[in-house]
């Protein structure tokens, strides 16, 4: 599909950048720009900008930039029509559709039927479960955990009752295909009988939301009385619209209080999550049926890197800690453990204890490095062997590490152990199977005055036009890409547009000019045009005297060889340059002081 410019354009005036990478980046106001920690490398000091007045973003550690459709491209993995369209939608801007292949229209309808189908199941179950007559073991059982309606209403929750086939029969009358039950995970095929029934039998279900807010899957929770080889939860299959490694439960209601709160606690089981947050405690969410994964941690270091791992304190818990250890580690995330003495969970200790009782444990966190190397030293004993032996075990953890994380893992751990840093620092050194890279090649980057000029003609296009009106291109660069951006910039064409046409043709040159638009401060819009005209000037002068070099030694060439026809030319070309010269030199001069 392809979407007319203006129509891009007005969408992009139209759609809020900060708001949009808010969404996925924890922001604070810096300035003219926003600033958090960039969400395609691991950082610890924010290095991505937001800027709203360019309507463009810029990471100045790994060179990432774009405009709001390049993030949404590059962290939702969506096309740029899909990620103007989801835009478009959100300000009020119609996009007329094209007539799809069969192929497109075959794979949208089953991504949005998917999607519907668990919406219908979604409403079916909190019916259900709020006023349902089949609905009141569910209200009986939150009632005795303590959860309120209220509170099942803002999750979502519901109920499934006892019977084979309620959901199926009431979504076939609603027009839902039997196919898209199957293919959603609500319904399973019994190949034995030739019949069909419903996942979710006798269950307090829990909807599992996208990052959109919509449901894709389901957890259900068995009630008191259920037959004894009844697993306790049951978790939806992986589907088109679902994989668990990457979803995190409850991470849409806790997105804003752990931007708020600058942290995120992570808790084992669905009820863990709800307590919390009715409770107070917003900031909670909990894996999906499985053991912390990397994709997840990628989303929570989009949103914070202060991460409080709340696992169950019994033997199973205190291993899934130190399992994730590791995890945590790779992603740059400052994970610490709470102990909740007492209580097995985070819902059982809000139970007994309550939010203040939970607000002050809070404060006593430990990091989980800490934790895991203490629990090693338990392992292998604190004698000398001992300590060696705990070593040994703990340097593979540390290995995985890189560059300061590393370090500064390395140097707290051998606090921990025990052990001198520099002693620990050798049995780390260099993971196995890796031996030193070659060298990347070398990003094109512009000199002092080529940066500046760039700078220029981002931030004051207009004021500076004129400055470029009799200068040779050929004096401000030999690459055709810079040439081609300033020509657009001068044009009035949007710097988004520019950077989404040189990130195709030259991803260098994007990263300089997004740098340049993330940076606020280089000249008052006054300076513009003097600034720009003294570095022409300055970039003149280089073209000339080095033109003036090159006949000097053609006319000594001319001088040995007695070729009077070019000697007499290029004298003349010489008197001309080295007047243009001074002239140029006296310009720079009078302007001296206007570049930094």
């Not at 100045?60 to 939702?76: E, I, P, S, Y």
């Amino acid at each position: 599909m392809s979407i007319p410019r203006h129509v891009v354009d007005e969408v992009r005036a139209r759609t809020d950048i900060v708001q949009v990478i808010g969404q996925t980046v924890t922001l604070r106001r810096a300035g003219t720009s926003h600033v958090g920690l960039c969400p395609f490398h691991n950082e610890k000091s924010g290095s991505f900008n937001v800027v709203p007045s360019k309507q463009i973003f810029h990471c100045f550690g790994c060179g990432a930039g774009g405009d709001v459709f390049t993030f949404l491209q590059k962290t939702r993995g969506v096309s740029f029509v899909d990620a103007v369209k989801e835009c478009a939608a959100a300000v009020g801007v119609t996009i007329e559709e094209r007539k799809l292949t069969p192929q497109e229209e075959a794979k949208l309808a089953r991504r949005k039927d998917l999607h519907g189908t668990c919406e219908a199941a979604c409403r079916w179950y909190e019916t259900t479960l709020l006023v349902g007559k089949e609905g009141a073991p569910g209200r009986e059982y939150l009632a005795h955990r303590g959860v309120s309606l209220d509170t099942a209403k803002k999750y979502r929750l519901g109920f499934a009752p006892e019977g084979w086939n309620n959901l199926e029969t009431h979504l076939k009358r609603e027009g839902v295909d039997a196919d898209l039950l199957f293919r959603a995970g609500l319904v399973k095929r019994n190949e034995d009988r030739g019949t069909t029934y419903d996942v979710f039998r006798g269950r307090l279900l829990f909807p599992i939301l996208d990052d959109r807010g919509r449901p894709v899957a389901f957890g259900g929770r068995v009630l008191p009385g259920a037959p004894k080889d009844a697993p306790k939860y049951l978790n939806s299959p992986g589907t088109d619209i679902y994989e668990k490694s990457k979803v995190l439960y409850g991470l849409s209601y806790a997105r804003n209080a752990v931007q708020r709160k600058d942290r995120l606690i992570v808790v084992e089981g669905y009820f863990d999550a709800v307590s919390l947050w009715q409770a107070g405690f917003e900031e909670a969410v909990a894996p999906c049926g499985t053991a912390l994964t990397a994709d997840q941690l990628e989303v929570v270091r989009r949103l914070t890197t202060k991460v409080i791992a709340l696992f169950d304190t019994d033997e199973a818990g205190i291993n899934a800690a130190m399992r994730a250890l590791d995890l945590f580690l790779a992603a740059g995330i400052e994970a610490k453990r709470l102990d909740l003495p007492g209580a097995k969970d985070p819902d059982e200790f809000i139970q007994r204890n309550g939010a203040a009782a939970f607000e002050e444990r809070l404060a006593k966190t430990e990091p989980l490095l800490e934790l895991v190397i203490r629990r090693t030293l338990d392992r292998h004993g604190a004698s000398a062997e001992g300590r060696g032996r705990a070593v040994d075990a703990l340097v593979p953890t540390f290995r995985k590490l890189t560059g300061t994380t590393r370090d500064l893992t390395v140097r707290r751990a051998a606090g921990w152990l025990g052990t001198p840093e520099e002693e620990l620092q050798r049995a780390v050194g260099r993971p196995a199977g890796d031996a030193p890279r070659t060298p990347a090649p070398a990003r094109w980057a512009p000199d002092k005055d080529l940066a500046h000029l760039l700078w220029l003609v981002v931030h004051y296009p207009t004021e500076v036009r004129s400055a470029f009106a009799e200068v040779d291109p050929a004096v401000v660069s030999d690459r055709e890409e810079v040439l081609g951006a300033i020509a657009r910039l001068l044009g009035a064409e949007p710097l988004a547009d520019v950077l989404a046409w040189s990130e195709v043709d030259a991803p260098h040159l994007a990263r300089v000019l997004a740098s340049a638009a993330a940076n606020a401060d280089l000249y008052r819009i006054e300076a513009a045009l003097p600034a720009a005209k003294a570095i022409l000037s300055r970039l003149q002068l280089r073209t000339i005297e080095a033109r003036i070099l090159t006949i000097n030694r053609e006319i000594h060439h001319c001088e040995t060889t007695g070729d009077k026809s070019s000697y007499v030319s290029l004298v003349r070309e010489l008197a001309g340059l080295q007047a243009r010269a001074v002239s140029l030199k006296m310009s720079v001069n009078r302007r001296a002081g206007v570049v930094a």
